[in-house]
């Protein structure tokens, strides 16, 4: 195993160095109650194409931001009666829940893979904690490369993230080793979009009380937003978000009345990264798309961008957005 990465016990010294990192733009792997997490701060677009580039992951799947409570959530996501008492019930703990991203909130369009919902979750592991409380909010995925499974202790991101180099603060095997359940909770009530660490039934005792129509999917299969689980609104589905007009890739020159978003040489009308980095690219991705769609021009045109590196994904995101509606 070549593996340039620095695993520290996560003691003070170590959760003050992790927390320098974040502060400074950087990934960390952090151990949570539920599996190891590779985090960045939500609100550095950069920092979260890192965590991209690391997992080598070949498309931007929305990510969980990890919060220190209620009232940090409430800065980022609208909080309704219902998810505030799953809150309360639940928090901290092994649930996700997926909730309307708030005007204004500093999140990172990376992070949501352009949505307009955001995955919120408190966790109750004090190393997780206390990275939140040195630099705010921060979006973790599994700290494992794509398509691999999660990471449970130290060793295992050392092994799967081997090529990353990173810091891995290393916290113990993780109490629960399966990934948190998530939920999203909106007008058309409950739906489970993960099955995972928190008890389903738990979850259904706590809607039974309130009265909440509840249409969880119990049992058989477990529905995945990218996979287009059949229990999620089209719109809030990743894999549908595209601009509302037209999308043409690989495009040198475009057409009069198209938005035209560069790379490298290729100016544009705005560029996604002049130096030609797909890392600035995939971080400036969905807020150049959101800037080109509002632009309300007839069509958009992107340059070529090189499928290496994070540009695969890239490229992928950009494919689903090009794709007939
Ligand atoms: P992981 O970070 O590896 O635990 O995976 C996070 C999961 O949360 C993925 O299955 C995401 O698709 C899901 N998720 C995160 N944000 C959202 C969102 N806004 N809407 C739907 N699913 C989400
Ligand atoms: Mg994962």
């Known amino acids: 195993m070549v593996d340039k990465s620095r695993i520290l016990v996560a003691d003070v010294a170590a959760i003050a160095e992790a927390t320098a990192v974040l502060l400074g733009g950087g990934i960390?792997?952090?151990?949570?109650?539920?599996?190891?997490?590779l985090a960045a701060r939500a609100g550095d677009a950069a920092a979260v194409?890192?965590?991209y580039q690391a997992k080598g992951r070949p498309s931007f799947n929305p990510l969980i931001v990890h919060v220190s409570g209620v009232a940090q959530a409430a800065e980022l996501v609208e909080i309704d009666a219902v998810s505030a008492r799953l809150m309360a019930a639940f928090w901290p703990g092994a649930l996700t829940l997926v909730l309307p991203l708030k005007a204004g909130a500093a999140v990172a369009g990376l992070v949501t893979a352009g949505l307009s919902t955001l995955a919120v979750r408190c966790p109750a592991h004090f190393v997780m904690q206390a990275?939140?409380?040195?630099?705010?909010?921060?979006?973790?995925?599994?700290?494992?490369?794509?398509?691999?499974?999660?990471?449970?202790?130290?060793a295992h991101?050392?092994?799967?993230?081997?090529?990353?180099?990173?810091?891995?603060?290393?916290?113990?095997?993780?109490?629960?080793g399966v990934e948190s359940t998530i939920l999203a909770v909106g007008v058309g009530g409950v739906?489970?979009?993960?099955?995972?660490?928190?008890?389903?039934?738990?979850?259904?005792?706590v809607l039974g009380?309130?009265?909440?129509?509840?249409?969880?999917?119990?049992?058989?299969?477990?529905?995945?937003?990218?996979?287009?689980?059949?229990?999620?609104?089209?719109g809030?589905?990743?894999?549908?978000?595209?601009?509302?007009?037209?999308?043409?890739?690989?495009?040198?020159?475009?057409?009069?009345?198209?938005?035209?978003v560069g790379f490298g040489?290729?100016?544009?009308?705005?560029?996604?990264?002049?130096?030609?980095?797909?890392?600035?690219?995939?971080?400036?991705?969905?807020d150049v798309l959101h800037i080109a769609e509002a632009s309300g021009r007839a069509g958009i045109a992107v340059a070529p961008v090189p499928i290496a590196g994070l540009g695969l994904a890239i490229n992928d995101r950009l494919r689903r957005a090009a794709a007939p509606k």
């Open 28 to 37: 960390v792997a952090v151990p949570t109650e539920t599996v190891y997490g």
């Open 49 to 51: 194409a890192r965590i």
């Open 131 to 154: 990275l939140i409380a040195g630099a705010g909010p921060l979006a973790a995925p599994s700290a494992n490369a794509s398509g691999r499974i999660s990471s449970t202790t130290a």
């Open 157 to 176: 991101v050392a092994e799967s993230l081997g090529k990353w180099g990173g810091l891995i603060l290393d916290g113990g095997a993780c109490a629960a």
């Open 191 to 205: 739906r489970l979009l993960r099955a995972g660490a928190m008890a389903v039934e738990d979850i259904m005792a």
């Open 209 to 234: 009380e309130m009265g909440t129509p509840t249409p969880l999917a119990l049992g058989g299969e477990s529905p995945s937003p990218q996979g287009g689980g059949r229990l999620l609104a089209p």
């Open 236 to 260: 809030m589905m990743a894999s549908h978000y595209a601009p509302l007009q037209p999308l043409r890739m690989n495009v040198v020159a475009a057409d009069v009345g198209e938005f035209h």
């Open 265 to 286: 040489d290729i100016v544009g009308d705005l560029n996604l990264s002049a130096v030609g980095d797909v890392v600035e690219a995939a971080a400036r991705l969905f």
